[in-house]
């Protein structure tokens, strides 16, 4: 049985280029979210895309599976602030997520910033969302305050 299930759902209408949708989460805690083409590759104008959804997905998973790593160590954050940049590229004649860059500033008493730094690598390559993303360039740059 797995650990866990979720679902969400998109619509679209029109073209790829001229088309918009929109996209829920089972939970009900998404609401519903619109995306374009343009929101995906141009300006937001308060739009979201796939991009954005994975660096929310890589940023929380990673937040979560670094406070999990230092706990286990000894060593709980009192605060991590974590922020993804999820970058669509053309590969092979295609678009393709090629990279997840992870900046995390973090408060955790009784730690150095190389344990902080080796702690978030090791985050950054095994949470859940970092394993999915398996052949993205997945990059860690750690602060500790």
């Keep these: 049985m797995p650990m866990a299930e979720r679902t969400a759902n ?3 209408d ?9 996209v829920t989460g ?3 805690a998404l609401g519903e979210l619109p995306v374009t083409w343009a929101s995906r ?6 739009k979201t895309s796939p991009e954005e959804l994975v660096a ?3 940023s929380s998973c990673f937040s979560m599976a670094l406070a999990h790593g ?3 160590a000894g060593n709980q954050p009192e605060h991590l602030e974590v922020s993804a940049k999820v970058t669509l590229d053309e590969r092979d004649g295609a678009p393709t997520v090629t990279s997840s860059e992870l900046t995390v500033s973090g408060r955790v008493p009784g730690i150095d910033q190389a344990a902080f730094q ?3 690598d090791d985050a950054g390559k095994n ?15 750690a602060t500790l305050q």
């Design 10 to 12: 998109a619509e679209w």
């Design 14 to 22: 029109g073209d790829l280029v001229h088309g918009h949708g929109a």
């Design 26 to 28: 089972a939970s009900g």
């Design 41 to 46: 590759t141009e300006r937001s104008e308060g």
């Design 56 to 58: 929310a997905a890589h």
């Design 70 to 72: 230092l706990t286990q």
């Design 118 to 120: 080796q702690a978030a």
């Design 127 to 141: 949470c859940p969302i970092s394993r999915a993303l398996g052949g993205v360039q997945i990059t860690v740059e």
